[in-house]
C-alpha cells in the first residue's frame, strides 16, 4: 500500500497461494481491500524463500517464538529461517535481515548474527546486516496500529542499516527510536509487561471494590482520568489471554530468572491473572 514491492514467503503452500489469489490468511479489518489493490501488483507470495531473498534488497523475519513449558522461548523456528538464509546470502553481496519476531535481550547478538555469520561465511556489517524492528500491533486491529503507530522502534548497531530501514517508514507521523539491540528488544516486553500489569492491578482494585459493594467501573473511570495513568487497560474482568501477554510476561521472568533477578511484581501480575477466572465464578456462585 505504501507503494514497496514486497515478496512474501511461507512453508504453507495453501497461505502463498491464497495471497496470490487475493485471500487473505487471517481475517483484519481492511485487509480484504489491500489485497484487492496490491496484488499481483505489489504484492506476490512463493514457497521460494532463495528466490524471496535474491530478488529483495531486506527482508523482514516475521516467525513465531513459543513459549516452552518453564517460559522459556522456544528459538527453533527463528533458528531454522536464519540458517537458510545464511547460505542463500552466500549468492549476495549484501542484505539486510529485519527481525519481527518477538526475542528476549541478548538474541540478535548472541543468536542471530552469529547464526548467520557461520551458515553464510560472512561478516556482520559487511555481507549482511540486522536491525531490530519492534512490532506492536494489536488483534483485529493490526491494519490501523501499523499505518497510524505511537511509535516505531529501531535497534542495531550498523547505523547504515538503521538508516535504510528508517527509510522505509519516512511517510509515517510519529516518534522513531533508534536503539541498540537490547534496548529494542526489551520495550516489546517492558509494553507489554506494563500493559498486563494493568489488567491484573484493575483487577486487584476490582476485587476490593467488591467486598465493598463499589461499581469498579467507575472507580477505573475516575482514575483513568488522570492523564499520567490514561483509561486504556483498566478495564476489571477475568485477566488478559492471548498470544503476546502470557508468553511474553513468562519469558522475561524466565530470563530475569536465569540471571539471577527475581521479579517479583511481574510474579504477582501472572499469580493474578492465574486467579481471576476463579474469581468471576464466586460472583456467579
Not at 491494519?143 to 501499523?146: I, P, Q, S
Given at each position: 500500500k505504501l507503494g514497496f514491492e514486497v515478496?512474501?514467503?511461507d512453508i504453507d503452500i495453501n497461505k502463498v497461494n491464497g495471497i496470490n489469489n487475493k485471500v487473505p490468511p487471517i481475517y483484519e479489518k481492511g485487509l480484504q481491500e489491500i489485497f484487492d489493490t496490491t496484488v499481483p501488483g505489489k504484492l506476490k507470495a512463493t514457497k521460494d524463500l532463495k528466490k524471496a531473498i535474491l530478488d529483495s534488497d531486506i527482508t523482514f523475519i516475521c516467525v513465531g517464538t513459543p513459549s516452552k513449558r518453564q517460559g522459556e522461548m522456544s528459538l527453533h523456528q527463528l533458528e531454522n529461517v536464519l540458517k537458510q538464509i545464511g547460505l542463500i546470502l552466500k549468492e549476495k553481496d549484501y542484505h539486510i535481515i529485519v527481525i519481527k519476531s518477538t526475542v528476549v535481550p541478548g538474541t540478535c547478538e548472541n543468536v542471530v548474527i552469529p547464526v548467520l555469520e557461520k551458515s553464510s561465511g560472512k561478516k556482520y556489517q559487511e555481507g549482511f546486516s540486522v536491525v531490530m524492528n519492534r512490532e506492536f500491533l494489536k488483534e483485529g486491529e493490526a491494519?490501523?496500529?501499523?499505518f497510524a503507530p505511537d511509535r516505531i522502534v529501531l535497534g542495531s548497531t550498523d547505523i547504515k542499516a538503521l538508516e535504510i530501514v528508517k527509510g522505509l517508514y519516512k511517510s509515517f507521523k510519529c516518534p522513531v527510536l533508534e536503539t541498540k539491540f537490547k534496548e529494542a528488544e526489551m520495550i516489546k516486553y517492558a509494553s507489554n509487561a506494563f500493559l498486563a500489569t494493568k489488567i491484573s492491578f484493575i483487577n486487584e482494585i476490582g476485587n476490593v471494590c467488591k467486598t465493598y459493594g463499589i461499581d469498579t467501573n467507575y472507580v477505573a473511570k475516575g482514575i483513568g482520568l488522570d492523564k499520567r495513568i490514561s483509561p486504556h487497560f483498566l478495564k476489571s474482568g477475568i485477566g488478559f489471554g492471548g498470544s503476546c501477554f502470557?508468553?511474553?510476561?513468562?519469558?522475561?521472568?524466565?530470563?530475569?530468572?536465569e540471571l539471577g533477578?527475581?521479579?517479583?511484581?511481574?510474579r504477582s501480575v501472572l499469580d493474578i491473572n492465574r486467579d481471576q477466572p476463579l474469581k468471576m465464578l464466586e460472583l456467579l456462585d
Open positions: 515478496l512474501g514467503t491494519l490501523e496500529d501499523f502470557p508468553k511474553d510476561v513468562n519469558a522475561i521472568i524466565y530470563k530475569a530468572t533477578y527475581n521479579p517479583r511484581l511481574l
